[in-house]
């Protein structure tokens, strides 16, 4: 049993204590000589915790000292010493700046240094191979015409430090592939890394002008674009300091700054933009454990559980709400035009008007979902007679089942396709052969007929009222060829990736040919 501080025996004088200059106490360590609630570092620990908090990115005065350190063979310990950095700091530096060169050796010149060579049967590669008998595996002139030659690293200095070649007294005879470090390189790609993540806005051509058309009504009837952002909350899925930044920066086509009220007086701001919430305390009550402690206390909650998600095309465009039942796996889903929270609100009344209000609770009861956006309105689902609870944040598998039944969806709607020109009829039609697609975990039963032994055949009709419909297992069809328009995106996307690679091989070929490999 712990001890209280006041009532605990005093430990001996750590400012006092015999150390070496450079000597560190481990916490270990403290604690078996009694040194206890102190943690005791040195000089040169407190030196590193300064630069950690003052310092997040390289200059180039420091990787000249690394370029300069590595080219005398300094160790990596001395060169993070001189460039005022730990050692972690200047390997992940020098391995991720680092870039290759071959280089053929003045010396030792007649040898292969193909890395496939002991285990290649290759015959005649070179251009003079004709009634040549020996392995090409065993002749230098393979390196410089074979196709598939792949040069050999050094294994001193590539997976272990310096990590590259600046100092090796044996490049001029070495015809490995050579590793170097240049600072002036190294802070150009580092310098073109850091733009191209600070550059632009994390939005879509389309979010843009539907947030546009939105803000330019507002703004032309003289409302602020706070008071803008109020009334169509639910249709944002950024917060309103981030359509500030947007405006500010002019990345809107109609609306402009100064059609704001006060936009001459206020000088415009810059803030980190936020996740947007229409309610920020959606999660008081509803965490995963709420949703645990909720079964573990009523043993039939777990017949009114439905997991929830969106399945989404193209980044902007429509979504499909996705609904699933865990009792009997039957599948709904509701193509909305937009990935927010009022089109979940939609979502959830087109299913409320369908199931009314007796048979809704017991299939779509308890709501689980995760902390998209989009679901960040419980209220207004929860005032159609249901209860919301979140999964943990990056744990899907909490949810696995709707994230399993995506994968058969994906079978038709396949990942990358856009669902701008769906409609909710092919929407239904995907989802009619999914739920009739006869499952081993129902024991051979369909979703359809899990519902009607579970619930009954009322609630059978109420799922036809949504557009579902019971397919012949013969033939049910969980292929792109279910829906046309989806087809023909595949077979386009396919035909693209296949140029892609033709137009890839002849640039590879160009280049063997240019460099005479």
């Not at 009220?261 to 810059?270: D, E, G, I, L, S």
């Not at 989806?486 to 990736?497: C, F, G, H, M, Y």
Request: with cysteine.
């Amino acid at each position: 049993m712990g001890v209280r501080g006041r009532d605990r025996a005093p430990g001996p004088d750590v400012d006092n204590f015999p150390l070496a200059q450079n000597e560190k106490i481990s916490y270990s360590a403290a604690c078996y000589l009694g040194i206890v609630g102190v943690t005791a570092i040195t000089k040169n620990n407190r030196i590193g915790n300064q630069m950690k908090k003052e310092r997040k990115h390289l200059s180039l005065s420091q990787r000249i000292i690394i370029e300069n350190g590595l080219r005398v063979g300094d160790k990596i310990r001395k060169i993070a010493k001189a460039a005022g950095v730990s050692r972690s700091t200047v390997v992940r530096e020098i391995k991720a700046y680092r870039y290759d060169r071959l280089e053929w050796a003045c010396r030792f010149g007649g040898q292969n240094w193909c890395a496939k060579r002991h285990t290649c049967g290759v015959f005649g590669v070179c251009a003079g191979g004709k009634g040549c008998s020996g392995k090409c595996g065993q002749c230098r002139l393979c390196n410089r015409y074979c196709e598939e030659f792949e040069p050999e690293r050094c294994r001193e200095h590539y997976h272990s430090a310096p990590y590259v070649c600046n100092n090796c007294a044996y490049v001029d005879r070495c015809a490995r592939m050579h590793t170097y470090y240049s600072a002036e390189r190294a802070d150009k790609l580092a310098r073109e890394a850091w733009g191209d993540a600070h550059a632009g806005a994390i939005v879509t051509r389309d979010e843009l002008r539907r947030y546009d058309a939105m803000i330019k009504d507002g703004l032309s009837k003289g409302q602020s674009l706070y008071a803008v952002y109020l009334a169509n909350r639910a249709m944002f899925n950024c917060d309103v300091r981030t359509l500030y930044n947007y405006l500010n920066d002019g990345r809107f086509e109609k609306s402009r700054r100064g059609d704001q009220p006060r936009a001459c007086m206020v000088r415009p701001r810059k803030k980190k933009a936020k996740e947007h919430k229409v309610d920020r305390d959606c999660l008081k009550g509803r965490l995963f454990e709420d949703f645990v402690g909720l079964l573990g206390s009523d043993s039939d909650a777990i017949g009114r559980v439905a997991e929830m998600d969106t399945l989404e095309g193209r980044r902007g465009g429509k979504v499909i709400v996705t609904f699933f039942n865990v009792q009997t796996m039957m599948m709904f889903g509701i193509l909305c035009e937009h990935k927010d929270a009022s089109s979940v609100g939609d979502a959830v009344a087109t299913l409320h008007a369908a199931f009314l209000d007796v048979q809704f609770p017991m299939v779509f009861g308890i709501l689980l979902g995760d902390r998209g956006t989009e679901f960040s309105d419980p209220k207004t689902l929860e005032a159609l007679g249901t209860k919301v609870f979140y999964c943990d944040a990056g744990k899907p598998g909490q949810k696995g089942g709707i994230e399993r039944n995506h994968h058969e969806m994906r079978r038709v709607l396949v990942k990358g396709v856009s669902f701008d020109d769906l409609t909710q009829k092919d929407v239904d039609l995907v989802l009619s052969h999914v739920n009739s697609y006869h499952r081993l975990e129902l024991g051979g039963m369909s979703a359809f007929e899990m519902m009607r032994f579970c619930y009954g055949e009322e609630y059978v009709a109420s799922a036809r009222k949504l557009g579902l419909a019971e397919i012949p297992a013969e033939k049910v069809n969980l292929t792109p060829a279910l829906l046309p328009d989806i087809a023909e995106q595949v077979i386009a996307r396919a035909r693209k990736l296949v140029d892609e690679k033709e137009a890839a091989l002849k640039a590879v070929e160009e280049l063997r040919r240019r460099r005479g490999w």
